[in-house]
């Protein structure tokens, strides 16, 4: 047995409906399925999914464009200088783009600003307006930003600067007094699509300043809107389509650089290329430093001045990476010390020092690792506050919640899966307190079991190439279009291999009605040594195609794996049972041991663990039940073995049976050697053992523990009399059978303990453990 590491669920498609879009678009079950549990359950909206007929809406329809647009067209035309104030995030940084390259290429008088993440903090802030309206600035836009922005923006007022907002992050019960506000999410709003990023209302600024779709915005604009985790549908399907394809043949020379850089093929651009190398390396940087430096790569026209950004960003990002790790590090400490998980629904923890632009990462990680609802603070206890990032799960909306706490959180917004705040270092076990309670009432046991969910399950013939290509038109994957994860149930281990320098991969083929799949489990590795190559196993992954050599062949990227039957595992013949401690689960691990002497003698470090049983009620009371057993030594029957796992279902037994010497390989005499030994004394009389016996075996080719062995069998008997070596027939003896002699027994026994149980093969073995176990093989069998 081995447990999956989450919960598994396979998403229910309507099979009505997956048949009709089967007929009507000629496509696979596996992409029908897929196209209805992402809502596109009728022939049209699937055949506009995967053959891209959708179109971007009038920019006009979001409330406040014409207003923004008119203020901006009057303050190019008067050439006033207008500054664009943007975020540190990527998001951030190509909403600011966006709009610096449409303003620029107006023709405006244009600048833009990005507050420091340390000392200035997330969005618009007095001091930045103040200092903007003195050096001039008429007019303020803000990009993915301001929404929350009350104060600041009657400071804009009270200073004479107008102020148009874009933003699409959640808006609270009270909007800024500005100018305009261009939101999608606004409780007024018609606009047909509310889930685009920061970027995208950018671009939707730029669509109605330009009069035209401006499509070569879009390798920016893709950026953000996959990197900010929006909904990739409707038009954020559009931009990240369409974005990618110019990405791949971009003539930016910031874009350009930092993919060089980075080592990318242009032609192989996807989403993974900017949600793992261009968006860490951009949020690297207001992570660290400030993100001036990124908007400055995307705006260069320089190829010197871009190399140079882009390798000081790649560097950036390795730093980010080991500041990270670090903290995660001392993160896990604090949790596991402090905020213990079994009295923490909600994980509210912080430390001096920890840098406030990389805590969003290690709460994701804390997330990953505890599966709470879990909020980061690096504490400045000068200043006395606390500024934080936090992560969430399903099932508990942080935006929400957070709202609730409005009195002791002064600066704070988000989504309901990630938010950002500040508060006074001495509010933080209130806020610790209160989002607890609130888990509590919202929460059940089950909530905290990390779920994942699945597109479909499988069978390993279904899996191709066409049916992948077929998968593909799915793509661009991401928010509510994830990439499809499937399930494949009960295959068999065709085979199975660690991987890598360090052995950390997996690398397996599994087998099903003949049909084959190969899978590659990064970081995986140590499931090779809990799964044993007899079971079948249920994997869980995304499918892909494997390209090596121009040989293309399907393959899964495994993420999970789990095994529903007990297991076998063959250690039969290692030397030192401490090579295989490691690999066995901890939970309900037993040592058995048969004999007392190898009880007592057992390695201290495992003592605790282990047990004898020395009987059949021993045996009978020991609970093996979903236990992981290892066998140690041989037992003097198998029928102890029969009492200790009948219809008890355990997890995994290890077969190792420690013995010092064998029988098997000696000689078992049949009934054939007897009778030629019987009728040698019979013929030859009394024989001295000491001096002939040698010569014996060694005309018969046979051992001298034979011929001491038949002699032994002979003497319990009463067929011969064994007196200073020499044995003289008893010629007055009465017929008995040679299985009458105790010694003969317990040959034989042990002959066949050993031929079945330490000398059988693997399948034999395994195949008398399934009849056991299922209660289908007798005790009478068992002790033949």
């Keep these: ?106 023709g405006a008088n244009v600048q833009f600003y990005i507050p420091n993440r340390f000392t200035e903090g997330y969005g618009p802030n007095e001091p930045a307006f103040r200092s903007a309206a003195e050096s001039g600035i008429k007019l303020i836009i803000t990009v993915d930003t301001g929404i929350s922005a009350l104060h600041e923006a009657g400071v804009a007022k009270e200073l004479g600067l107008d102020l148009i907002i874009t933003d699409h992050h959640e808006p609270g019960p009270i909007l800024p007094e500005a100018l305009a506000i261009i939101h999608p999410k606004l409780p007024d709003s018609i606009y047909p699509f509310r889930e685009l990023a920061g970027v995208g209302v950018a671009f939707k600024l730029a669509h109605a300043l330009y009069g035209k779709l401006p499509e070569h915005l879009l390798e920016i604009a893709v950026i953000g809107t996959i990197a900010d985790l929006v909904s990739l549908k409707d038009e954020n399907r559009l931009i990240a389509k369409k974005g990618l394809e110019m990405l791949k043949v971009t003539k930016n020379k910031g874009l350009k650089a930092i993919l060089k850089t980075a080592g990318v093929n242009p032609q192989n651009i996807n989403e993974e290329t900017i949600g793992f ?27 010197f001045e871009a190399e140079s950004l882009a390798q000081e960003m790649d560097e950036l990002n390795k730093t980010r990476q ?44 804390l997330v990953e690792k505890f599966y709470r609802p879990t909020i980061v603070l690096s504490y400045d206890s000068e200043k006395g506050l606390a500024k934080g990032s936090a992560r969430s799960i399903e099932g508990f909306d942080l935006f929400k919640n957070l709202s609730t706490c409005r009195d002791i959180l002064p600066h704070f ?30 929460l059940t046991k089950e909530d905290f079991i990390p779920v994942t969910l699945l597109d479909h399950q499988i069978n390993v013939e279904e899996i191709n190439l066409s049916s992948l290509d077929e ?18 149930r009960n295959v068999q281990v065709a085979a199975m291999r660690k991987i890598g320098s360090e052995q950390n991969h997996l690398k397996v083929m599994v087998n099903d009605n003949g049909a084959n799949l190969d899978g590659i489990g990064f970081g995986l590795g140590q499931l090779a040594d809990h799964i044993s190559p007899a079971s079948k196993i249920s994997l869980i992954g995304e499918l892909a195609v494997n390209e090596w050599n121009n040989i293309r062949k399907p393959q899964i990227f495994i993420q999970d794996a789990a095994v529903e039957s007990w297991q076998l595992f063959d250690h039969r013949g290692v030397k030192k049972i401490h090579s295989m401690v490691n690999t066995i689960p901890k939970e309900k691990r037993t040592f058995v041991i048969f004999n007392k002497e190898q009880h007592d003698n057992m390695d201290y470090s495992l003592k605790d663990e282990a047990i004898l049983i020395q009987n059949e009620d021993d045996a009978k009371a020991f609970d093996t039940h979903q236990a992981n057993v290892v066998l140690v030594d041989l037992p003097p029957s198998k029928d102890i073995i029969w009492h200790l796992f009948n219809g008890k279902q355990p997890a995994r037994i290890y077969a190792y049976f420690q013995k010092e010497s064998s029988d098997f390989f000696s000689t078992l005499p049949t009934r054939d050697h007897f009778k030629w030994f019987y009728a040698l004394l019979l013929k030859k009389g009394p024989i001295d053992l000491r001096r002939h016996g040698d010569e014996i075996a060694k005309h018969r080719g046979w051992s001298t523990e034979t ?51 330490l000398f059988s093969s693997f399948q034999a073995l395994k195949s008398w453990f399934d009849e056991v176990i299922e209660g289908s093989v007798h005790i009478e069998e068992a002790i033949k």
């Design 277 to 303: 190398t261009l968006a860490p390396r951009i949020n690297a940087v207001g992570r660290l430093e400030n993100a001036d430096m990124a908007v400055d790569l995307l705006l260069t026209d320089d190829p």
């Design 322 to 365: 080991s500041i990270v790790n670090s903290i995660t590090l001392e993160a896990i400490e604090e949790v596991e010390k402090n905020y213990p998980i079994e009295s923490n629904s909600v994980l509210v923890i912080g430390k001096e020092g920890w840098n406030a632009g990389v805590i969003g990462i290690v709460a994701s990680r």
């Design 413 to 442: 917004g988000g989504h309901p899966m990630a938010a950002g705040m500040t508060l006074n270092l001495e509010d933080v076990p209130d806020l610790r307190q209160r989002l607890n309670l609130l888990a509590e009432e919202q």
């Design 707 to 757: 011929i001491t062995f038949m002699s032994k069998v002979f003497s319990e008997l009463d067929f011969v009399t064994i007196n200073n070596g020499f044995i003289t027939l008893n010629k007055q003896s009465q017929k008995r059978d040679l299985t009458d002699s105790i010694t003969y027994q317990t040959k034989q026994s042990q002959y066949a303990l050993e031929r079945d149980l």
């Design 471 to 488: 998968l593909n038109l799915l793509a661009p994957f991401g928010m509510d279009n994830p990439k499809p994860k499937v399930l494949i």
């Design 1 to 106: 047995m081995l447990k999956s590491k989450t919960r598994w669920i396979v998403r229910k498609s309507d099979q009505q409906l997956v048949k009709t879009l089967e007929n009507e678009l000629k496509i696979t079950p596996l992409v029908a399925s897929l196209l209805i549990n992402r809502g596109l359950d009728t022939a049209e909206s699937a055949r506009s999914f995967l053959y891209g007929n959708e179109q971007f809406h009038d920019p006009y329809l979001l409330k406040g464009m014409d207003a923004a647009v008119n203020r901006i067209r009057q303050a190019i035309e008067n050439q006033e200088p207008i500054l664009i104030f943007g975020d540190y995030d990527a998001d951030g940084v190509s909403s600011t783009t966006v709009l610096m390259l449409t303003l620029k290429d107006l």
